[in-house]
């Protein structure tokens, strides 16, 4: 049997897997919005199952496209590209830090800290992404497929929260 440190270990080699196989499929950002719609969508479950995998999948992407950089993979147009490169190291920080968090309350704190680079990231993409959803109550915005809004932030607020940007 494998103790909790293997098992994160390899969970996280899975991930980092499905990471790469997804922005080679697509570009780095719609990668990164494949695994920040699983941690959203597990906040909204209350669970943290999968998240430390997921943040580590999308440090991997940010550092990946940081060091080999071009507009196509980040999915930006190339008068874009300066600023998309420029939202890496943010990103591949601050899913490092949302990777170490441990609680339901700390994740989400790191989640929001997260979504501030990726919005801007989100505002440069060509093409389908996701919304950018803003509650009033607790303050945080998220990013989200173009559906019914699902707040991680607090799900017994589920609902609750107001499209800023497609």
Do not use: H
């Amino acid at each position: 049997m494998l103790n909790r440190s293997a098992t994160v270990v390899i969970a996280a080699l899975v991930a980092l897997a499905g990471a790469g196989r997804a922005a080679a499929a697509d570009d780095a950002f719609a990668g990164i919005a494949s695994q920040y719609e699983l941690i959203r969508q597990a906040l909204i479950e209350d669970s943290t199952e999968g998240v430390q995998e997921r943040a580590l999948a999308i440090q991997f992407t940010a550092s990946r496209l940081s060091r080999a950089f071009s507009a196509d993979a980040a999915g930006v147009a190339e008068k874009d590209a300066a600023a998309a490169r420029a939202l890496l190291p943010e990103i591949t920080e601050r899913a490092g830090r949302l990777a170490a968090a441990e609680g339901l309350a700390a994740v989400r704190s790191e989640l929001a800290e997260l979504t501030k680079p990726l919005v801007r990231y989100q505002a440069l993409v060509q093409g389908p992404r996701p919304i950018v959803v803003y509650c009033p109550m607790v303050k945080r915005s998220w990013l989200q497929p173009d559906e019914a809004i699902g707040n991680p932030y607090d799900p017994s607020m589920l609902r609750c929260g107001e499209v800023v940007a497609r």
